[in-house]
């Protein structure tokens, strides 16, 4: 019973916003190349040449701990290569192929990722950016939908009737968009998702009442790099948050995200679940995130590293993810 509640408190948590790089996108879009020249400023800007190639390594790790007890750790990783296609006055197309990923059987997730991403082994996916290297979206997503789509069926009958429901349901409620497709390639956030943002130099925080109906508190640190004859070497940033759900408003809030993505009328799950999780919850929730970020000169990310840790004082769950740069061929730079 208390897996299945990690489960639950874990998915609904991945609905709420917290991630800082969303915020000040929101709150420091920049709009032109005057607010991006500015003294005292971080800006994180792609400046990518035609033919750029890169090599990433993903990781990922999942951690479950109830009271001082780890009970579980679960792990996938995979090979990233990336080939600037075609760079235009409006924006960026890549050539990214994903390969050798490596899953811990145990995780169901991982079974369908690791399956889906043999299946596309070799296959490029089209990667689309705005100028200054901000994520569009994914050009060819049907394609990689449909592929997704048949090999769920191919597996239909290797697997027990939950983990297929359960990944039926993902395939029609979650991954049937340009949107959904791109949640199943996480290293896009990790490369894109900061860029065309602008933020000051050195320490800000604030609190964020607007992106999420529970307040969000941020501290955020910013700097740019240089080499010592005062050469640019490219810039960092590191991000802490954190928000406290009430456990009188949890219910409410989890089933209006499980709404939002299809699974029912937002009265009628509130009415469903709280009486559970108001039973099951021994406080209030808890949701911290920590985000690093590291960028080359020219805007290709060196580094990132996001953690999640959230759920009560006796049942937590902590996600980490980190993609480093394990080689690179930069042109006309």
């Known amino acids: 019973m208390k897996n299945v509640f990690i489960r639950i408190i874990v998915w609904c948590l991945a609905l ?8 000040l996108a929101q709150s420091n879009e920049t709009n032109d190349e005057a607010e991006l020249s500015e003294d005292s400023v971080v800006n994180i800007i792609a400046y990518f040449g035609k033919n750029d190639t890169l090599t990433y390594v993903y990781d990922y790790q999942d951690m479950r701990v109830v009271g001082e007890d780890t009970v579980s750790v679960q792990t996938l990783s995979r090979n990233i290569s990336i080939v600037v296609a075609d760079t235009t006055g409006n924006g960026y197309t890549l050539e990214m192929i994903s390969n050798d990923i490596k899953a811990d059987d145990n995780i169901k997730k991982a079974f369908f990722e690791k399956k889906f991403f043999e299946t596309i082994k070799g296959e490029k996916v089209i990667v689309k950016l705005d100028e200054y290297g901000a994520l569009q979206g994914i050009s060819n997503w049907k394609m990689l939908y449909d592929k997704a789509k048949s090999l769920l069926n191919d597996e239909a009958n290797t697997m ?16 049937n968009s340009e949107q959904g497709m791109m949640g199943m390639f996480p290293e896009l956030d990790l490369l894109f998702g900061s860029h065309g943002i602008q933020v000051k130099e050195g320490q800000n925080n604030f ?10 508190t941020y501290k955020y640190i910013a700097y740019n790099d240089y080499e010592e004859d005062g050469t640019y070497a490219g810039c960092f940033t590191m991000a802490l948050s954190e928000t406290v759900i009430p456990k009188e408003r949890f219910s409410g809030l989890l089933a209006r995200g499980l709404s939002n993505v299809g699974f029912g009328k937002e009265k009628k799950i509130e009415g469903s679940i709280g009486e559970f999780f108001n039973k099951e919850l021994d406080g209030d929730v808890d949701i911290k995130g920590y985000e690093s970020r590291e960028y080359y000169f020219v805007g290709w990310p060196r580094k990132t590293v996001t ?5 009560t004082e006796n049942i937590r769950s902590i996600i980490a993810r980190r993609i ?10």
């Open 207 to 216: 609190v964020d009442s607007v992106s999420s109906e529970i307040p969000v």
């Open 324 to 333: 480093s740069c394990t080689s690179y061929s930069l042109f006309n730079h």
């Open 16 to 23: 709420m916003p917290l991630s800082v790089s969303q915020v």
């Open 160 to 175: 027990d009737k939950e983990t297929f429901k359960g990944l039926k349901g993902m395939l029609d409620h979650t991954i």
């Open 307 to 311: 953690i999640r840790d959230s759920g």
